[in-house]
């Protein structure tokens, strides 16, 4: 059992050497929003405090590795600004920054027989049926699991016995040897002094039969060779820090500074999984969400700033970023809120940049040499995410079909016997009307309603009902009869005619 006191009262030796923060991810696919906002966090710690932020492959679990994976993280890092100061690709000193070529060098083994030296690691033979033999089931955060909780058993074998078993080539494992008394505390930067009875605290392993390091064990190897300051993961690992310390103490190394994040649930309070459609880095960029935009809002997920404000740029995060304001509290991602903040990146864009990346979306759903550019005006205010513009434009490449009650309008003072006369009033004016462009086009119109009597909309509602056959359109009547081009704009005023003299009778 976990006790958490929190004591902000204690003073603890101020460390004097630069803060140096790693981001460790696993080449196991995607990246998932969690560990970008881990990698995240531990880059604004690291650059609010000009610190150096590490990149670092984990890549122990040779089993999940998943072909491509590194080129993910990489291209991850780079779309999101997260640059590493050091990494496979930046040797600062402390490399291989790679732990399966890390592992070549002999470090892992090299500590895990230190430890065995002092009594704090030991030599395990047990085989496959024996460790079955041993396994029970528990009840964890409302989920029962079945967990092996080992024994001691060869914690009393001899050194002969041991030196046996290694002339002979029996499989071993190493194992932390673990304190069956008393309890072990240490301190997270958000949850205060955290005490855990050692009796919970299994004898984990730290190098495993295929002579690879456990995720664990490397952990706290590679964390103190490469003078890594501060540790940032999900707190989900606070069970397994006592753990970590231990292997500290044992040692006599110094603690790294710790920072457990709460979990991030969708709306439901649920652990975010690949069925939500936006668990990772790249299921959001391939829904049309901007990379800023993701990096603003994870930032915000568990972190607060001091003033009331949501939009922040990365040199304004890093400036502002005080990692004591993170929350414990569950994060929700709420997929709306993400979509506001992008469709605010979306608006504050330069034009080039936003109709680069709208083009693909533009070209896909207008196929009649339709101005992509002026369509793209048209819609850069008005879209949340890139996917919003098909459905946004689709009507300029094909008018749909609608009903003919479109046309009735309370604010407008229109309906559909009023539209029927606008409509055949401005069908001879458009067919005769030479330029299309919207400034002319508007003057046009002006000048009928003026003659008329009518007030704008009376005009442009059913001109622009029936150009586009929707109740919502990204721009107005003759915005929309420019685009479509004169041909395209009188057979649409035509078919607009015919649907309702057709409903009229």
């Not at 649920?270 to 901007?290: A, I, N, Y």
């Not at 003072?413 to 086009?441: C, F, G, H, I």
């Not at 009597?453 to 009547?477: C, D, E, F, L």
Request: glycine share 6%.
């Amino acid at each position: 059992m976990l006790f958490y006191l929190i004591c902000p009262e204690i003073v603890r030796e101020k460390r004097m050497t630069k803060i140096r923060t790693r981001y460790a991810p696993s080449p196991t696919g995607r990246m998932h929003v969690g560990n970008l906002r881990t990698g995240l966090y531990e880059y604004l710690i690291a650059k609010h405090e000009n610190g150096t932020f590490v990149l670092r492959i984990e890549d122990t679990d040779q089993e999940r590795q998943v072909e491509g994976a590194v080129d993910i993280i990489n291209r991850t890092l780079d779309k999101t600004g997260l640059i590493p100061d050091e990494g496979p690709d930046k040797d600062g000193g402390y490399g291989p920054y790679v732990q399966s070529k890390r592992m070549k060098t002999g470090i892992y083994m090299k500590y895990a027989k230190e430890l065995i030296d002092k009594g704090e690691a030991y030599y395990c033979f047990c085989d496959k049926e024996r460790l079955e033999s041993l396994r029970r089931t528990i009840e964890m955060d409302g989920e029962t699991k079945e967990i092996t909780v080992y024994d001691k058993h060869c914690l009393s074998l001899s050194q002969e016995e041991i030196e046996a078993n290694l002339a002979a080539g029996k499989p071993f494992v190493i194992r932390q040897n673990n304190p069956t008394e008393g309890t072990t505390t240490f301190h997270d930067e958000l949850y205060g002094d955290i005490t855990v009875d050692n009796s919970e605290l299994d004898d984990m392993i730290l190098i495993k039969s295929d002579g690879y390091p456990t995720y664990n064990f490397a952990n706290v190897v590679d964390d103190h060779t490469m003078n890594i300051t501060h540790v940032v993961r999900g707190n989900e690992y606070l069970s397994s820090s006592p753990k970590y310390v231990r292997l500290y103490e044992a040692f006599g190394w110094q603690v790294p500074v710790y920072i457990h994040l709460p979990l991030i649930t969708d709306e439901n309070h649920k652990k975010l999984s690949k069925r939500s459609g936006h668990s990772s880095f790249e299921d959001l960029l391939d829904q049309g969400f901007v990379a800023e935009a993701v990096v603003n809002y994870i930032t915000l997920l568990g972190w607060s700033p001091e003033e009331n404000r949501e939009i922040f740029s990365m040199e304004e995060l890093i400036e502002k970023f005080d990692y004591h304001r993170i929350n414990k509290s569950l994060s929700v991602f709420d997929i709306g809120k993400l979509r506001w903040m992008n469709g605010e990146y979306i608006k504050a864009m330069d034009f080039d940049t936003f109709f680069e990346q709208a083009k693909p979306y533009l070209e896909a759903a207008l196929t009649k040499g339709q101005d992509l550019r002026k369509v793209a005006a048209m819609v850069k205010t008005r879209i949340e995410v890139f996917p919003d513009i098909t459905e946004m434009v689709d009507f300029f490449e094909t008018l749909p079909e609608y009903d003919p009650e479109m046309y009735r309008h309370k604010k407008m003072k229109t309906t559909p016997e009023s539209s029927l006369t606008v409509l055949k009033d401005v069908l001879p004016l458009l067919e005769a009307q030479e330029d299309y462009s919207n400034d002319a086009l508007y003057q046009l119109l002006l000048s009928y309603a003026g003659e008329k009597g009518y007030k704008n909309g009376y005009v442009m509602w059913p001109i622009r009902t029936a150009a586009s056959g929707k109740q919502t359109t990204p721009a107005g009547a003759t915005e929309i009869l420019e685009v479509l081009g004169k041909e395209e704009s009188l057979s649409r005023i035509r078919t607009g005619i015919a649907k309702l003299e057709a409903a009229l009778g």
